[in-house]
Nanobody, 126 residues
Framework: VQLQASGGGLVQPGGSLTLSCAVS????????IGWFRQAPGKEREAVSY?????????YYHDSVKGRFTISRDRSKNAILLRMDSLKPEDTAVYYC???????????????????WGQGTLVTVSS
């Protein structure tokens, strides 16, 4: 099982980026995936979550609701995180992780994930 996050970069405030979490070792339809981020000097926090294809549950941190969209790209066996209206406070290293089953409200808990990708850095600055 491997997850690989990519797509980070430098973007101006108000801009957009799409992160990709490429999955290998299992079909992206079959497992729930979460996105987390860690800003400099802060603890890692949960950003978004997508359940299995059969459950279709989506969750977002309050600070990104209406700006971020999580989705599944079956052609690439990947989970995407579309980020619009980016703010300087969105600057962080972003990680994706595979959940231990369907999490519901526990989606924010790091211990509920058993495989992590390396991070991709997103910098929002003018």
């Amino acid at each position: 099982v491997q997850l690989q996050a990519s797509g980070g970069g430098l973007v101006q405030p108000g801009g957009s980026l799409t992160l990709s979490c490429a999955v290998s070792g299992f079909p992206v339809d079959d497992d729930a995936i979460g996105w987390f981020r860690q800003a400099p000097g802060k603890e890692r926090e949960a950003v978004s979550y997508i359940s299995t294809a059969g459950s279709s549950s989506l969750y977002y941190h309050d600070s990104v609701k209406g700006r971020f969209t999580i989705s599944r790209d079956r052609s690439k066996n990947a989970i995407l995180l579309r980020m619009d209206s980016l703010k300087p406070e969105d600057t962080a290293v972003y990680y994706c992780a595979r959940a231990r089953g369907l999490l519901g409200r526990r989606w924010v808990l790091e211990d509920m994930y058993d495989a992590w990708g390396q991070g991709t850095l997103v910098t929002v600055s003018s």
